[in-house]
């Protein structure tokens, strides 16, 4: 990481990689203000949870480095598996059946233009 670089860290969003990756992939290299409007308008869980995150990484900048946010782009993010959470069902007949919930880690990383 540059020194003119500003990251945010997500553990464990209540979301599956594979569905955070999906909105993750759309707004990888853009401007930030360009970011933030799609990701405001974009119909999906991942999209709300993505918009804090870049949020939070553009408020670390702009704070802790004296960056502009119409200066800064999304260079990188990173969505990786987290732990999953075993749970069981009740069903017919007195058995039970089993479930995962997904958890997800994030790290948004912004650069200067």
Partial sequence: ???RSMSATLKYALMSSKK???VASMVKG???VEATQ???FLPKKAAKTLLKLVNSAT???ENNLDLKKEDLYIHT???GKGPRLKRVRAVGRWRMHGYEHYRSFVKVTLAVK
Avoid: G
């Fill in 38 to 40: 799609f990701l405001h």
């Fill in 59 to 61: 408020a670390n900048a």
């Fill in 77 to 79: 993010i990173n969505v």
């Fill in 30 to 32: 853009k401007p930030v």
């Fill in 1 to 3: 990481m540059s020194n």
């Fill in 20 to 22: 955070m990756w999906l």
